[in-house]
């Protein structure tokens, strides 16, 4: 099962509103946003996402689990916010993204298809700015639920920034 996800997401594959698989043709895949995703593979190993409906997919894959953290606003980071922070945080919160594409599936706009999540986030470790670039999502509501959820997510604070990370989801539709 797991080469069938591999190979259908390395092959462009993605589902279309009725659920139905469908290959993406070349022509309408983005090499802005292709671009856009090795860098922020390059920085972060994506976050996969599976649809309710996948009949497991993805249950034999190792999910990591981050040691428990101190309470938040403890301490102060020195310099600017560590990529490994970032990432600790977006992973507290991927119940959060994943409700979001919950509703989706709900609503019937199931599919399967990357998206990258970009932050700004002030020394003060609120978000300051959020942008969801989900090609095969454009038509439904999952960037903007993706969107709110993330301004409200705290992160440690630091002394120099803002600090600008973009993060990598891969969601599996069923």
Request: hydrophobic share 40%.
């Amino acid at each position: 099962m797991k080469r069938l996800v591999l190979v259908m997401l390395v092959a462009g594959f993605g589902c279309n509103k009725a659920g139905e698989h469908a290959a993406v043709k070349p022509e309408q895949r983005d090499p802005q946003f292709d671009a856009k995703w090795q860098q922020a593979t390059s920085s972060a190993e994506p976050a996969y996402i599976e649809s309710q409906k996948g009949g497991g997919l993805l249950g034999e894959v190792r999910r990591a689990v981050d040691p428990p953290r101190a309470a938040a606003g403890a301490d102060v980071v020195k310099g600017t916010l560590p990529d490994p922070e970032v990432v600790s945080v977006i992973k507290r919160n991927l119940p959060a993204v994943k409700g979001c594409y919950e509703l989706e599936e709900r609503a019937g706009i199931v599919g399967s298809g990357k998206a990258i999540v970009s932050l700004e986030i002030d020394p003060a470790g609120t978000v300051q700015a959020v942008s969801v670039e989900a090609p095969a999502f454009a038509d439904s509501k999952l960037p903007a639920c993706i969107t709110a959820r993330a301004r409200g997510w705290t992160f440690p604070r630091f002394t120099e920034g803002p600090k600008k990370f973009s993060y990598p989801f891969v969601f599996v539709g069923g």
